[in-house]
């Protein structure tokens, strides 16, 4: 659930954190499987900072 908060929020910062106020942003079903697999299979998008 980590990694797919982390996209989410990584495409709220690209897009225009304002937007958030007025319209939903959502990441599309097959996007969230495809992170959950790759997070199953060791890949992690935090990065240590």
Excluded: H
């Amino acid at each position: 659930m980590g990694n797919i908060y982390y996209v989410l929020l990584n495409e709220i910062l690209k897009d225009s954190p304002e937007k958030i106020l007025n319209q939903k942003t959502i990441l599309p079903g097959f996007r969230k499987l495809r992170i959950s697999i790759l997070t199953m299979l060791g890949f992690s998008w935090i990065k240590d900072t």
